[in-house]
Every structure is written in structure tokens, then in C-alpha cells.
């Protein structure tokens, strides 16, 4: 029998509406928000969301003793990581001076230039809050039934910089093109937040749920 879906839960994140619109693609199967490191590696598949700040995040991660339960998640089983959830994949974020993260993937997350300017000629706002366009650079199971730039919700300050460019997934314009998607093996991880994302970010959480890597 498979174990349940496992949303991690840190203390940071938009927990109950995510784990809501899990529930509301995965067919019956069972979806439990916890911090238990047995249960996480009980689990069929985890999602890892978050938001807030990195070193809050990583704070938070550590008390809950979840640095290895995350790692082995991430190693071994379908894992989709939202928002912070995608940053702290990463080395190491500019944020407050520099903040380490769990390194699993070589890079930096950068904070969006305050002097970027959007195609109308207006200085962008930081964070990007609302609706913007994602564009996937090659194909994944993740993205089927959804259409190439469909619209998704963001709300943050910085973004992904990978080292190893063929990580990345589908890309994003807010001043600059960078990586609102990455993918290896069992993880996809993204920076916007499906669960906000009406029907597009539903159909990408029920390809999770049914994604077999």
C-alpha cells in the first residue's frame, strides 16, 4: 500500500490551502501536513512548500530537525518544492549578508535589481506580487495539459540562480529572464505558487500526484 502525500510542515507556508488543493486533485489519496521525519519518509511523495525569509526558513527547518528528513525526500521520491520551498534546494542566498541553504543543487538566490524597468518603461515593484507568465524550456510530465506561458501566481524578492543551467525548467520575465522552474530526476520544485494559480496551478499539482520518475 502507498503511504500518503506529505506536506511538510516547518512552521512556514501557506499549509492549509496548500494542502487543500492536493487534496482536491489526489483521487482519495491520503494527504498529511507534518513535520515528523518518520512520516515525511513514509511518504509516496512530499511537497515543500514555504515563504518568508531564508534564514527564517533554514532557523525554522533546523528545529524542526528536518534538514535530513528533506534531503533523503528530495534523494529518493517525487518531491515538489514551493516557493522557499524551491530557494533553500539552492547553496546559499544573498539575503541578509548571506544565508546558507541545504546545497543541494550548486548556486545562489539573488534579490531582484531595484532598478529594473518593466516593457511599459516603469520601474518594477519588489517583490513581484500577482500574475505572470511561465514559460517552459523543455518538456517535463509536470507541465502536460498546461499551456506553454500560461499565468501563475508570484509573490517574491528573489530568485533562483543554478550554476548548472539544464536544471532549469521554464523561465520567467520580471526585469530579467530567470529560472521559475527547475527539475532533476524526482524533484520539481517552482517558484510560484500552484495552489494560488486557479486551474493551471491545479493541473500541474494533480501531474505531481500522478508524476512516477
Known sequence: MAGPIVVIDYGMGNLR???KA???VAGGAEVVVTDDPALIRGADRVVFPGQGAAR???ASIGEHHLNQAVREAAASKP???ICMGMQVLLEHSEENGGTPLLGLYAGAVRRFPGTAVGPDGVLLKIPQMGWNRVRPVREHPLWEGIEPGA???FVHSYYVDPVDRALVAATT???LDYASAIARD???AVQFHPEKSAQAGLRLLANFVGWRP
Open 17 to 19: 490551502s496548500v494542502s
Open 151 to 153: 499565468r501563475f501566481y
Open 56 to 58: 527564517d526558513c533554514m
Open 186 to 188: 524526482n524533484v520539481f
Open 173 to 175: 520575465d520580471y526585469g
Open 79 to 81: 518531491f515538489l518544492g
Open 22 to 24: 492536493v487534496e482536491h
